[in-house]
């Protein structure tokens, strides 16, 4: 809102001129008169003409260009707002028909994605034989509704609720972190009144204590409730709530509480006030400060949109970008928050380890020339190489062309187990995607605690659950959910059961019309997965799961890199590979086990942060961290998404495909290609798909293809494949933000 | 020679071009007349030898050989003969000749390429920085 707003308004009361004579360019004019007589004047002269007048209004596009759908055409009304006719769905609210007109309605309370409050009031206009003014976002829009937005009656009316809001609200602008792009700063500067009358003393509000991500100023509160709607109708948990009656209203946890959502960072965004604003972030920076830069977040595997806030070379802040098919408007409090581990533990200077055990800074030629040196005395079938969970695409292909041009086919991507099955995508990505899930109504969850593995897809479930009241089926070690569950076993058994239709849950899967099975990823590094892949087909078929019109057989992987590393076919040759390795290169590859490595094994450590992987590496090659360079990463759902360099490089760090690239030359074993365009174009020959970007690319082929396996499911129980949320990678390990989350909030 | 350049003074501005021309290849003779006894002063045998202080020269003066304008000549004559005293005079001390005349502007770390023979662009670009 704000200036942006206020030009809008102006234009809006303006009219086209259209020159007669030559119909040539069209001119806007303001006009100083918009008073409503005038108006009145206008529509009424059109009226009295017999055919129906074409509005000669200006053409007005939706607020923020959104298109309308109609579930049913033939429910479409037609209302008047200022004047203009729009046809709206019926059901919408008078102020989504004024938002369809493209008037945008100054609002506190009501919030497109959560239920309609209707108590600020600031939303009112005026509606024709209405006697008092209405508030738009709780008014079910009516055929014929003449909806004034713009008349003195709605002005005087926000007017007034403005000056009962700033009533209690603090004059703190300055010291408050919101300033700037506070919906009450702008909305008062377009709507308030220019004095005030106010001469009592203003009220106070305690703070409350919601955790380290969180700050309140509870004074600035305007008891809105969207943080409380937000809490139970997305989060999920009913931690917030509103205390006292009158000027004693206040929000809060009722106790000493605090908020154990893995959401909780979003009501920061959803705070129109600065009651709510971000704890890690106060007084650190002014928002007209920051560069935004439009990326994707890595720290798991849902790919959510991200707008990365950089001041210089720092990130400041990281905040959600729309996008409906992946995290609507949302994202997790490890998303929002890691970003201070990307200043902490950051590898700068390619380093070899001396005789002494300790590492040396060197130059980049004679690190390369080393790790070249020492690769080619090694028997190719010993070369190993590992992608870290936060690799790109790019460099994961340079990689792997890299080992194979020095003959070894020993490359994997940590978190794929050691027998991925690359053959078939729809073996290994989400085929319901992420906002088909939805239009579930049962759910089998295998091994997989969606709350830490994925908070974006679990907030989908949730929305459904609440929505249509689908049923939710557990299999797996006692977890904690934010919905309505059964939790049907713990072990593979209760698969087998499930799938012989002996189990209770089995009628539940078969009357659902539109069945989802997620299985975790966790799955991958079990012995028996094959026959739990069994399992979970044989269930799928038992209950039409896979439909031309339906595919509910779902994997939800827990790394930002593993989809694109089985797309571009990171599969090791053998599963003993790492046992008998005598070279291995980790490219950011922190959680590979290599306690089997032979201790004469020589180790590369390609990567930004000095975590677990450094301790075994013999040379260190820095890299850059995804908020400083292009890299593609495909998303659970199988959706390819770029992100783009937010803040420069760390000291004398280069990209991760460029590294590989340089030392594929200094190697002698050139790879044939000098800039990202070119890598690209490598890959549209193994994997197409991660070119279509932000486009989901489904899987062709079902899993049905598999062959059949003869092993038989064990009894070992499924382990939770996230030991803690708030630190699951590099970055987030070395992030202070995460440890103190998970000092207070893990349970 | 040195008592040419004793009492230095804003010489009248040149009428033509074809007289700052003159002045031009004056001042560089004077310049190349003085080397040996700027050899001699600082002591730069070991480092550099006449003729390359008389091509570093040279590329100084073709720097500004597209210069047309004789008020600019003489201006920059005039600072060149500045220049020119304060080496004489030994106002200047070893590492400003050895830092502007012997190592030039390439700077002390010089890729002689012998490291790089043969290596891409992409390679050299690539020890360079990460953004290229």
């Given at each position: 809102?704000?200036?942006?707003?206020?030009?809008?308004?102006?234009?809006?009361?303006?009219?086209?001129?259209?020159?007669?004579?030559?119909?040539?360019?069209?001119?806007?004019?303001?006009?100083?008169?918009?008073?409503?007589?005038?108006?009145?004047?206008?529509?009424?002269a059109?009226?009295?003409?017999?055919?129906?007048?074409?509005?000669?209004?200006?053409?007005?596009?939706?607020?923020?260009?959104?298109?309308?759908?109609?579930?049913?055409?033939?429910?479409?009304?037609?209302?008047?707002?200022?004047?203009?006719?729009?046809?709206?769905?019926?059901?919408?609210?008078?102020l989504?028909?004024?938002?369809?007109?493209?008037?945008?309605?100054?609002?506190?309370?009501?919030h497109?994605?959560?239920?309609?409050?209707?108590?600020?009031?600031?939303?009112?206009?005026?509606?024709?034989?209405?006697?008092?003014?209405?508030?738009?976002?709780?008014?079910p829009?009516?055929?014929?509704?003449?909806?004034k937005?713009?008349?003195?009656?709605?002005?005087?009316?926000?007017?007034?609720?403005?000056?009962f809001?700033?009533?209690?609200?603090?004059?703190?602008?300055?010291?408050?972190?919101?300033?700037?792009?506070?919906?009450?700063?702008?909305?008062?500067?377009?709507?308030?009144?220019?004095?005030?009358?106010?001469?009592?003393?203003?009220?106070?509000?305690?703070?409350?204590?919601?955790?380290?991500?969180?700050?309140?100023?509870?004074?600035?509160?305007?008891?809105?409730?969207?943080?409380?709607?937000?809490?139970?109708?997305?989060?999920?948990?009913?931690?917030?709530?509103?205390?006292?009656?009158?000027?004693?209203?206040?929000?809060?946890?009722?106790?000493?509480?605090?908020?154990?959502?893995?959401?909780?960072?979003?009501?920061?965004?959803?705070?129109?006030?600065?009651?709510?604003?971000?704890?890690?972030f106060?007084?650190?920076?002014?928002?007209?400060?920051?560069?935004?830069?439009?990326?994707?977040?890595?720290?798991?595997?849902?790919?959510?949109?991200?707008?990365?806030?950089?001041?210089?070379?720092?990130?400041?802040?990281?905040?959600?970008?729309?996008?409906?098919?992946?995290?609507e408007?949302?994202?997790?409090?490890?998303?929002?928050?890691?970003?201070?581990?990307?200043?902490?533990?950051?590898?700068n200077?390619?380093?070899?380890?001396?005789?002494?055990?300790?590492?040396?800074?060197?130059?980049?030629?004679?690190?390369?020339?080393?790790?070249?040196?020492?690769?080619?005395?090694?028997?190719?079938?010993?070369?190993?190489?590992?992608?870290?969970?936060?690799?790109?695409?790019?460099?994961?292909?340079?990689?792997?062309?890299?080992?194979?041009?020095?003959?070894?086919?020993?490359?994997?991507?940590?978190?794929n187990?050691?027998?991925?099955?690359?053959?078939?995508?729809?073996?290994?990505?989400?085929?319901?995607?992420?906002?088909?899930?939805?239009?579930?109504?049962?759910?089998?969850?295998?091994?997989?605690?969606?709350?830490?593995?994925?908070a974006?897809?679990?907030?989908?479930?949730?929305?459904?659950?609440k929505?249509?009241?689908?049923?939710?089926?557990?299999?797996?070690?006692?977890?904690?959910?934010n919905y309505?569950?059964?939790?049907?076993?713990?072990?593979?058994?209760?698969?087998?059961?499930?799938?012989?239709?002996?189990?209770?849950?089995?009628?539940?899967?078969?009357?659902?019309?539109?069945?989802?099975?997620?299985?975790?990823?966790?799955?991958?590094?079990?012995?028996?997965?094959?026959?739990?892949?069994?399992?979970?087909?044989?269930?799928?078929?038992?209950?039409?799961?896979?439909?031309?019109?339906?595919?509910?057989?779902?994997?939800?992987?827990?790394?930002?890199?593993?989809?694109?590393?089985?797309?571009?076919?990171?599969?090791?040759e053998?599963?003993?590979?790492?046992?008998?390795?005598k070279?291995?290169?980790?490219?950011?590859?922190?959680?590979?086990?290599?306690?089997?490595?032979?201790?004469?094994?020589?180790?590369?450590?390609?990567?930004?942060?000095?975590?677990?992987?450094?301790?075994?590496?013999?040379?260190?090659?820095?890299?850059?961290?995804?908020?400083?360079?292009?890299?593609?990463?495909?998303?659970?759902?199988?959706?390819?998404?770029?992100?783009?360099?937010?803040?420069?490089?760390?000291?004398?760090?280069?990209?991760?495909?460029?590294i590989?690239?340089?030392?594929?030359?200094?190697a002698?074993?050139?790879?044939p290609?000098?800039?990202?365009?070119?890598?690209?174009?490598?890959?549209?020959?193994?994997?197409?798909?991660?070119?279509?970007v932000?486009?989901?690319?489904?899987?062709?082929?079902?899993?049905?293809?598999r062959?059949?396996?003869?092993?038989?499911?064990?009894?070992t129980?499924?382990?939770?494949?996230?030991?803690?949320?708030?630190?699951?990678?590099?970055?987030?390990?070395?992030?202070?933000?995460?440890?103190?989350?998970?000092?207070?909030?893990?349970? | 020679?040195?008592?040419?350049?004793?009492?230095?003074?804003?010489?009248?501005?040149?009428?033509?071009?074809?007289?700052?021309?003159?002045k031009?290849?004056?001042?560089?003779?004077?310049?190349?007349?003085?080397?040996?006894?700027?050899?001699?002063?600082?002591?730069?045998?070991d480092?550099v030898?006449?003729?390359?202080?008389?091509?570093?020269?040279?590329?100084?003066?073709?720097?500004?050989s597209?210069?047309?304008?004789?008020?600019?000549?003489?201006?920059?004559?005039?600072k060149?003969?500045?220049?020119?005293?304060?080496?004489?005079?030994h106002?200047?001390?070893?590492?400003?000749?050895?830092?502007?005349?012997?190592?030039?502007?390439q700077g002390?770390?010089?890729?002689l390429?012998?490291?790089?023979?043969?290596?891409s662009?992409?390679?050299?670009?690539?020890?360079s920085?990460?953004?290229?």
């Open positions: 809102m704000g200036l942006g707003l206020l030009a809008s308004r102006a234009l809006r009361s303006s009219r086209i001129l259209r020159s007669p004579s030559n119909g040539g360019p069209t001119y806007f004019l303001r006009t100083i008169v918009s008073t409503p007589e005038l108006n009145n004047a206008d529509a009424a059109a009226v009295q003409g017999n055919p129906p007048p074409p509005p000669d209004l200006p053409k007005r596009n939706p607020v923020g260009g959104a298109r309308v759908h109609f579930p049913n055409p033939d429910d479409a009304i037609e209302v008047f707002v200022d004047g203009y006719p729009v046809k709206i769905p019926k059901g919408m609210t008078v989504q028909a004024c938002e369809i007109a493209g008037v945008d309605i100054p609002r506190f309370c009501y497109n994605r959560l239920s309609i409050a209707g108590n600020c009031r600031m939303c009112l206009v005026e509606v024709e034989k209405s006697p008092k003014p209405v508030a738009s976002c709780a008014m829009a009516l055929p014929g509704m003449k909806i937005t713009d008349t003195p009656i709605a002005k005087k009316a926000r007017e007034g609720v403005m000056e809001l700033l009533m209690n609200h603090p004059l703190d602008c300055p010291i408050c972190d919101q300033g700037g792009e506070c919906d009450l700063q702008d909305q008062s500067m377009a709507f308030g009144s220019d004095r005030g009358r106010f001469t009592e003393m203003k009220r106070s509000v305690v703070d409350k204590n919601l955790g380290p991500l969180v700050k309140t100023v509870m004074t600035r509160c305007i008891q809105c409730t969207r943080c409380v709607r937000f809490a139970s109708e997305v989060a999920g948990v009913e931690d917030l709530g509103m205390l006292g009656r009158g000027s004693g209203e206040e929000i809060g946890t009722y106790v000493e509480k605090l908020m154990t959502s893995e959401l909780s960072g979003n009501v920061i965004d959803i705070c129109p006030v600065g009651a709510l604003t971000s704890k890690p106060a007084f650190k920076a002014r928002n007209w400060e920051l560069k935004g830069t439009e990326s994707i977040d890595v720290t798991d595997a849902v790919g959510s949109n991200i707008r990365i806030d950089s001041r210089g070379p720092e990130v400041m802040r990281v905040v959600p970008r729309l996008n409906e098919d992946i995290n408007e949302w994202i997790s409090d490890k998303t929002r928050f890691f970003y201070d581990g990307l200043k902490r533990q950051r590898l200077d390619p380093m070899i380890r001396g005789a002494d055990g300790r590492f040396k800074a060197v130059s980049w030629r004679d690190a390369l020339a080393i790790v070249a040196e020492v690769m080619h005395q090694i028997k190719p079938e010993e070369i190993v190489g590992v992608a870290g969970k936060l690799s790109d695409a790019e460099s994961m292909m340079a990689l792997k062309d890299l080992l194979n041009k020095m003959g070894s086919n020993n490359i994997f991507c940590e978190g187990g050691m027998h991925p099955n690359a053959d078939l995508r729809s073996g290994y990505i989400m085929n319901t995607s992420i906002s088909g899930l939805e239009k579930a109504d049962a759910f089998l969850l295998v091994g997989t605690q969606p709350r830490v593995e994925a974006m897809v679990n907030a989908r479930i949730h929305k459904t659950v929505a249509t009241h689908a049923k939710v089926g557990y299999v797996g070690p006692a977890a904690d959910f309505d569950h059964q939790h049907l076993g713990t072990g593979p058994q209760t698969l087998v059961e499930i799938a012989e239709g002996r189990h209770p849950f089995s009628s539940a899967l078969k009357n659902a019309k539109n069945p989802v099975i997620i299985v975790g990823a966790g799955v991958f590094d079990r012995e028996d997965k094959d026959a739990v892949f069994a399992a979970v087909d044989t269930i799928a078929k038992n209950n039409n799961v896979v439909r031309p019109d339906w595919n509910g057989l779902n994997v939800l992987l827990l790394n930002a890199a593993q989809a694109a590393a089985l797309d571009l076919g990171l599969v090791p053998s599963d003993k590979c790492i046992d008998s390795a070279f291995v290169y980790l490219m950011g590859a922190d959680d590979v086990n290599l306690d089997k490595l032979p201790d004469d094994a020589f180790v590369v450590y390609q990567g930004h942060h000095g975590d677990r992987g450094v301790y075994r590496a013999n040379v260190i090659l820095p890299a850059s961290a995804f908020t400083e360079k292009e890299g593609t990463y495909e998303n659970t759902e199988g959706c390819a998404q770029i992100t783009l360099p937010a803040v420069p490089t760390v000291g004398d760090a280069r990209d991760d495909w460029k590989i690239r340089a030392l594929s030359e200094v002698g074993v050139r790879l290609y000098d800039s990202l365009g070119a890598i690209r174009s490598r890959i549209r020959t193994v994997a197409p798909n991660l070119l279509e932000d486009e989901r690319q489904p899987a062709t082929f079902s899993t049905s293809l062959p059949e396996v003869s092993q038989k499911v064990s009894s129980p499924f382990t939770p494949a996230v030991e803690n949320f708030y630190m699951t990678d590099a970055i987030t390990r070395a992030s202070k933000i995460m440890a103190q989350c998970s000092a207070l909030l893990k349970k | 020679m040195a008592h040419m350049m004793r009492n230095m003074r804003v010489p009248p501005n040149s009428a033509s071009l074809a007289e700052a021309k003159h031009t290849l004056e001042f560089f003779r004077m310049c190349c007349r003085s080397i040996p006894e700027i050899m001699e002063i600082y002591n730069l045998y480092v030898s006449p003729s390359q202080l008389r091509s570093a020269v040279a590329a100084e003066v073709r720097k500004n597209n210069l047309t304008n004789p008020k600019v000549i003489d201006m920059l004559l005039f060149g003969m500045e220049e020119l005293k304060n080496c004489v005079d106002s200047k001390q070893r590492h400003h000749l050895v830092g502007k005349y012997v190592v030039g502007n002390l770390v010089q890729d390429g012998h490291k790089d023979q043969g290596s662009n992409f390679l050299k670009n690539f020890y920085g990460n953004y290229f």
